[in-house]
C-alpha cells in the first residue's frame, strides 16, 4: 500500500508561481514513475508532467518550458514547479504514483485545487 500527501496549491494571479509538492510513503519500488495530472471542471483528467527514478521527464505541451517537475527519490517526493501560470491552468491537480514492474501498482492523490485569476 502507498500513502501519498500533496501540498502546495491555492490561488494566483495571472503569471504568477505557484509550487507543488507530492510525498509518498509505503513500499516504492526504485522503478516508480511518478506525476501530476491535473482536471479542470467539465474536462478529463489530464497528464501535467511526470518523472522517472533515473530522472527522465516527459511534459504536455501546453505546459512545457513553464512548468519543471523534479524528484527526490530518498524522500520519495515529486515536486511541479509552476510559473507564467495562465487562467487555463486552473484545475484540480492530483498527485500519482505508479509502477509497472515486476509489481503493478497506480496511486493518486486527494488532489489540491489551482486557481489561477485576478
Known amino acids: 500500500q502507498v500513502q501519498i500527501v500533496e501540498s502546495g496549491g491555492g490561488l494566483v494571479q495571472p503569471g504568477g508561481s505557484l509550487a507543488l509538492t507530492c510525498l509518498a510513503s509505503?513500499?516504492?519500488?526504485?522503478?516508480?514513475?511518478m506525476g501530476w495530472y491535473r482536471q479542470a471542471p467539465g474536462k478529463q483528467r489530464e497528464l501535467v508532467a511526470d518523472?522517472?527514478?533515473?530522472?527522465?521527464?516527459k511534459y504536455a505541451t501546453s505546459v512545457t518550458g513553464r512548468f519543471t517537475i523534479s524528484r527526490e527519490n530518498p524522500k520519495n517526493t515529486v515536486y511541479l514547479q509552476m510559473n507564467s501560470l495562465k487562467p487555463e491552468d486552473t484545475a484540480v491537480y492530483y498527485c500519482?504514483?505508479?509502477?509497472?514492474?515486476?509489481?503493478?501498482?497506480?496511486?493518486w492523490g486527494q488532489g489540491t485545487q489551482v486557481t489561477v485569476s485576478s
Open positions: 509505503g513500499r516504492i519500488f526504485s522503478t516508480t514513475v
Open positions: 500519482n504514483v505508479r509502477n509497472r514492474v515486476v509489481v503493478s501498482y497506480n496511486y
Open positions: 518523472i522517472t527514478s533515473a530522472g527522465i521527464t
